[in-house]
């Protein structure tokens, strides 16, 4: 069955530092992966998203890391700031889905000013 | 719109009772998606619509859940007979095609309708 789960399930960094939120997951057939920001009382907001053909990818102040071989997926944020404060998920196309997908737990992360 | 609009935003209901919960997507948006959200929880897939159709309806927990899509527009979840554990943030997102299409073409979600049950 799908599994996506998450190391941490919550991590706190001062203002400035960089942040690493892990991702793993277990359908080795899942070709797309995206991360997503949910703040406090609203819908998870899209961040960043990778395809199984690449290992990185670049965004404004994050990076997404995937590694197949392992399973696993990494979200860098860098130079964190308090409004980065939220629950961050991760997320799989189901095996390959072409329209579902799949979400692990979430990880708080809190920025300590 | 602009994005994704659920309404309401906040139902709270007794046991037993029936509930609707709407979901606007972004105009032109295709794909529908609803997702339910338990508290300290990820996202738990449970429909999804490509234009009026449902294909995959095999997240729907039980036949007291069913959802509705007409025009290619708004989308309507019924939950019949409320009980507690269907207490939860439901969610609603919308893309222009299934996901594999584009990098672009990612979910926007709304802000979710948060059912309680008591």
């Known amino acids: 069955g799908e599994n996506v789960g998450l190391h941490l399930p919550t991590l706190s960094v001062q203002e400035g530092d960089n942040s690493i939120i892990n991702c793993a997951y277990s359908n080795s057939a899942s070709d797309y992966f995206i991360w997503y920001k949910q703040e406090s009382g609203k819908g998870p907001q899209f961040i960043i998203d990778?395809?199984?053909?690449?290992d990185k990818r670049q965004g404004q102040r994050v990076t997404v890391l995937l590694n197949k071989t392992v399973k696993h997926l990494s979200l860098q944020i860098a130079a964190t700031q308090p409004g980065d404060s939220a629950v961050y998920f991760c997320?799989?196309?189901?095996?390959?889905?072409?329209?579902?997908?799949?979400f692990g737990k979430g990880t708080l992360l809190t920025v300590n000013p | 719109g602009a994005g994704v609009s659920q309404s309401p935003s906040n139902k709270v209901t007794e046991k037993g009772k029936d509930v609707e919960l709407r979901c606007d997507p972004i105009s032109g948006h295709t794909a529908l998606y609803w997702y339910r959200q338990r508290l300290g929880q990820g996202l738990e897939f449970l429909i999804y619509f490509q234009g009026n159709s449902a294909p995959d309806k095999s997240g729907l927990p039980s036949d007291r859940f069913s959802a509705e899509r007409t025009g290619e527009s708004v989308s309507t979840l019924t939950i019949q007979r409320t009980q507690q554990e269907d207490s939860a943030v439901y969610l609603c997102?919308?893309?222009?095609?299934?996901?594999?299409?584009?990098?672009?073409?990612?979910?926007?979600f709304g802000a979710g309708s948060r059912l309680t049950v008591l």
């Open positions: 997102a919308s893309s222009l095609a299934p996901i594999w299409d584009s990098g672009a073409n990612v979910l926007t």
């Open positions: 997320a799989e196309n189901s095996g390959g889905s072409n329209y579902k997908l799949t």
């Open positions: 990778i395809r199984s053909n690449m």
